[in-house]
Structures are given as C-alpha cells and as structure tokens.
C-alpha cells in the first residue's frame, strides 16, 4: 500500500511563495502520475496541478497556471507543488494524490487517483 505525506503548508502573505512537498513510501511511483487538490473552506475539493509518470507532462487548473508548477523526483519519490504569487483565494488544505495504474498523464479528474495524502494547510493573508 501507498503512503503518501505533504509538507511545506504555511501562513503566508499575499503575494508570497511556498513550496509543498509529497513524499511517497510503500512501493515505487516512479510509473505512476501524480496531482495536487486543494478544498478551499466551506467548499468542495478541487484539482490543482498534475505531472505524467515521466515529468513530461503537466496540467493546471486556470487559476493556477502561470503562477504554480508541479514536478516530481522519482529517485526520492517525490512530488512537489512551486506556488508563487499566492492569492487569498489560495487558501486550502492542499492533498497530494497518486494513481494506482502506469503510465497516466496526469489526470485533472479526482475519481482517477487511488492514493491519498492527509493534507496540508495552505493559508494566504491579504
């Protein structure tokens, strides 16, 4: 089974960056594609960013792009999430996610993703 950890969530100021982290354990995901969602408060989750199995891939929400960038390290089995410029509307409890099948493309559909991370909170001050 998969474990998959998020750190890096934070305060921060409008108009600041942070850096999140996934760090995968249990097998390999080196094959497998990876995405961010966030739920913002009072709302229901929604996709982020999402990477290929190869890195060679990305997708973004349109309220993210041009300002977050996804990638993954496949020999620390890793995912991270570059957000820059952040926004009020940034704030969210950030979950990582990972396919159970090889060689996705990353997905912007959260039904495809079979592992979970328990979050982390992303708060943005205005």
């Known amino acids: 089974q998969v474990q998959l950890a998020e750190s890096g969530g934070g305060l921060v100021q409008a108009g600041g960056s942070l850096r999140l982290s996934c760090a995968a354990s249990?097998?390999?995901?080196?094959?497998?594609?990876m995405a961010w969602f966030r739920q913002p408060p009072g709302k229901e989750r929604e996709f982020v960013a999402a990477?290929?199995?190869?890195?060679?891939?990305?997708n973004y929400a349109d309220s993210v792009k041009g300002r977050f960038t996804i990638s993954r390290d496949n020999d620390r089995n890793a995912a991270f999430l570059h957000m820059n410029a952040l926004r009020s509307e940034d704030t969210g409890v950030y979950y990582c996610?990972?396919?159970?099948?090889?060689?996705?493309?990353?997905?912007?559909?959260?039904?495809?993703?079979?592992?979970w991370g328990q979050g982390t909170q992303v708060t943005v001050s205005s």
């Open positions: 996610a990972a396919e159970k099948n090889d060689y996705g493309l990353g997905s912007v559909r959260e039904v495809v993703y079979d592992f």
């Open positions: 990477i290929s199995w190869s890195g060679a891939k990305a």
């Open positions: 249990g097998r390999s995901l080196r094959l497998n594609a």
